[in-house]
């Protein structure tokens, strides 16, 4: 029956007369001096690509089987496999169990060590992804008998993943001879069995002078392998990947566009997809550890991912090709990871589909669960029952248990609801599958679990202002703290509205302009004042730059008094003083240019519109004089005009500018000099102001003629007095005294004296003061002592010298 078997493969072979393609393997070694081995171990991949999600769920292949197809075969495989399975401690793949060695066409005649290498390479690969799967080793006399075994394989074993790491440039086939081997593979892909062959290793042109690509890999009805370059974390997660660079890619020259591929020709694309090829990785061989990359590792790890799909749906999942690209389209960076840069010698990848790495490499556990359509369950839960959210544009009411595929996105909205015009139910945040503070988000599903919709009550508190409105809502979570600050005054532009406190709900006044409280219900908090009326201040004929004080009684803040506030105001300022209340106007004069402005202390009624007035004034200098035209320098002169009166202490004084004015009295030590009043103005100042005024010369003698020196004398002109002591010669001199009559007070040495009713300018009074005359007396007989005792001291001086 075999021999029956193996004429009805060759047949067809023989009839045909085509010449075999040269075939091509394609990976590179590495050769260690020594046995460590640095390169990327199993582990290191499984982590990258994300394959220990699927162990960790109990998906490794078993109960599937993998095909590899291989010519002269290993003859050490067995004890390779022990030993790579030994250094990573992976499950033994045992020959004549998990391992099938087969030899449709009889055992090869020779062995050669390139593909001795391959088969070792490309089991180890695959069980090290697929540590369950069972793998079946068909091995072909020869290259020229390949796809013999790839025939076989399809029509006898009970295999769904076929990998093949192998292929001829398409440049070595005509079409006969294509057409007939893809004949084979289109049967494999027709049976629903995946076929992953290698693009690959020789970039875009192959090693040749024209853009070609491999056959099998360009054939539509397998799933081609493109390489890329890995890069792994110490920790052996992803870094990221780079088009390798001798990754085979390119157009097909027999084959049109699959329609699911994207539209970047008429011809068919290589590759579909990638794994890493150009970063070695660790192999054992020929009883020695080697470092291998190319695409002939890229095609078993993604036959190993097939057998675990596979297991995962539970049989056959069929070809592959059309839905790797639907899942593309879809869900994109959820199932592929996304190469960016690194060109093969023409082609460049781009972010998108390209001749590189095609689609890109497999983030194996979302890739799984998109292709097996794997169903997840996630449970709504929302914090608050009768809450409201939607799915995609359905509303449901939680909690609720809704069903999703993997890799479906969702879109997902909470609402919030009014409960009433001062409470509402709000949403806070998603948690559990779904972390977002924003009421619509999505979600990429990759598992069941539960998704936690969390809602707070909110209470609207109501501020409502100094006119009774409710000028603004705030809206607190339930049990947060309010925090409401308040201005003392505010003015609008007729009223002031000073603050007495705040009232919560209608109760009590609070004297406060800061509340606080955690709010657990709705609150109205209004705010109570004082109004007052404005008064506008008015200044007649005002100039610029001038103000007033004004002082009057104001309400007092958080506060049920009032006092006395001054406030500095000029022309059309707004004060608000208590209504019917006195307001008190006053200024210091101010000088602008070279005039002053001053006003006279004013009040007024509040309520009751008066003009306060400013005068303007110049400079004026006055020449005093007396009769007999000597000048009175030091003198106090009052002016008045309109009820305004004004004192100023020199001959230097201001007066209006385009009025008359009163000089009312000119005074000196305090006496008025001045005999009525003086009206003058801008037009009328006189040369001089004559005052009947003389100086009065006092001398005081005892009756011997003695000056009396030192007496107090104090000089009386109606009510004013000025006080005065004599000098060395007994006299004093009192000056500009007004002609009239005056009174004369002396005090000397214990003795007091008065004159009355005095006129004239000179006075010669006698004086006898006893203490006074005792002390002159005293000091005459002492000086005449002095004078003896000198004498005496003399003449006893000229007897000592006879």
């Avoid at 991949?45 to 994300?50: P, R, S, T």
């Avoid at 004296?753 to 010669?764: H, V």
């Amino acid at each position: 029956m075999n021999k029956i078997m193996l004429v009805l493969v060759l047949l067809p072979l023989l009839t045909l007369g085509i010449s075999h393609a040269q075939v091509s393997l394609n990976f590179r070694e590495i050769p260690f001096q020594n046995t460590a081995c640095n390169f990327l171990s199993p582990s290191q991949i499984q982590d990258a690509y994300g394959f220990n999600s699927l162990y960790n769920s109990g998906y490794n292949g078993a109960g599937e089987s993998i095909a590899i197809v291989v010519a002269h075969g290993d003859p050490s495989l067995q004890s390779d496999v022990n030993e790579f399975d030994s250094q990573y401690g992976l499950p033994a793949l045992t020959q004549g169990s998990n391992l099938i060695v087969s030899f449709p066409f009889g055992q090869p005649t020779s062995y050669n060590s390139h593909w001795t290498a391959e088969s070792a390479l490309d089991v180890e690969v695959a069980h090290s992804l697929a540590p369950g799967a069972k793998i079946y080793v068909v091995v072909a006399p020869n290259s020229s008998w390949l796809f013999n075994a790839v025939n076989y394989t399809i029509n006898n074993l009970p295999v769904n993943t076929i990998s093949l790491s192998w292929g001829s440039s398409e440049l070595d086939y005509n079409s006969a001879g294509i057409n007939y081997e893809n004949s084979i593979l289109a049967e494999g892909e027709q049976k629903g069995i995946n076929i992953f062959a290698a693009s690959g290793d020789s970039g875009a042109y192959n090693n040749l002078s024209t853009l070609n690509v491999n056959f099998p890999a360009s054939s539509p009805d397998v799933i081609a392998v493109g390489g890329t370059t890995l890069s792994v974390a110490q920790s052996g997660s992803y870094e990221g990947e780079t088009g390798w660079n001798r990754s085979g890619g390119g157009q097909s020259q027999f084959f049109p566009r699959p329609s699911y591929q994207p539209d970047l020709g008429s011809n068919r694309l290589v590759p579909d997809v990638a794994f890493n090829a150009g970063t070695p990785i660790c192999i054992y061989e020929n009883s020695s550890w080697g470092g291998f990359y190319g695409t002939s590792l890229a095609a078993p790890s993604w036959a190993a991912l097939d057998s675990i799909l596979n297991q995962k749906s539970n049989g056959d999942i069929g070809f592959l090709g059309q839905d790797l690209y639907k899942i593309y389209n879809s869900a994109g960076s959820l199932a592929f990871n996304n190469i960016t840069s690194g060109c093969n010698g023409y082609y460049c990848a781009d972010g998108s589909y390209n001749e590189v790495t095609g689609l890109g490499s497999p983030k194996a556990y979302s890739l799984v669960q998109l292709l097996s359509n794997a169903d997840y369950k996630i449970y709504f839960d929302p914090s608050a029952t009768g809450d409201t959210f939607s799915v995609d544009g359905v509303n449901y009411s939680a909690p609720t248990t809704l069903n999703f595929t993997y890799g479906q996105k969702i879109y997902i909205t909470a609402y919030s609801t009014q409960i009433s015009q001062n409470k509402k139910s709000a949403f806070v945040s998603f948690s559990g599958l779904l972390s977002s503070d924003s009421p619509s988000a999505s979600l990429f599903v990759n598992k069941s679990g539960i998704i936690y919709i969390e809602y707070n009550s909110f209470f609207g508190v109501n501020l409502i202002d100094y006119k009774g409105d409710i000028n603004q809502t705030q809206w607190y979570q339930n049990g947060t703290t309010l925090s409401v600050d308040s201005p003392l005054y505010v003015n609008s532009s007729d009223l002031q509205y000073t603050l007495f406190g705040m009232s919560v709900d209608g109760g009590p006044v609070l004297e406060q302009a800061s509340y606080s409280t955690a709010v657990y219900s709705p609150l109205n908090i209004s705010f109570v004042w004082f109004e007052t009326p404005a008064e506008t201040v008015d200044i007649g004929g005002y100039v610029p730059g001038i103000s007033v004080d004004a002082k009057f009684i104001a309400h007092l803040p958080l506060s049920n008094s009032t006092k006395y506030i001054t406030e500095s105001a000029v022309n059309g300022s707004a004060i608000f003083p208590l209504q019917r209340s006195s307001l008190y106007f006053y200024s210091v004069p101010e000088y602008i240019g070279s005039f002053r402005y001053v006003m006279k202390n004013t009040t007024l009624v509040s309520g009751q519109y008066a003009e306060i007035k400013f005068y303007k004034e110049q400079k004026y200098t006055l020449k005093i004089i007396s009769q007999d035209n000597s000048s009175i320098n030091s003198s106090y002169i009052s002016v008045s005009f309109d009820g305004f009166n004004e004192s100023f202490s020199n001959d230097t004084i201001w007066a209006p500018y385009d009025s008359e004015f009163n000089v009312t009295s000119i005074k000196f030590d305090g006496v008025d000099l001045l005999s009525g009043t003086k009206t003058l103005s801008q037009s009328v100042v006189p040369s001089a102001i004559v005052l009947p005024v003389s100086n009065i010369n006092v001398s005081l003698s005892t009756y011997f003629g003695i000056p009396v020196i030192g007496a107090g004398v104090t000089l009386h002109v109606g009510n004013a007095y000025v006080n005065k002591s004599t000098g060395l010669s007994g006299k004093v001199t009192f000056l500009n005294v007004p002609d009239k009559e005056y009174n004369l007070t002396v005090s000397a040495y214990g003795s007091d004296y008065a004159y009355k009713s005095l006129t004239g300018q000179d006075q010669a009074l006698i004086l006898s003061p006893l203490l006074y005359q005792v002390y002159i007396i005293v000091g005459i007989v002492g000086v005449i002592l002095i004078v003896l005792a000198g004498i005496e001291a003399a003449r006893k001086k000229r007897k000592q010298r006879v």
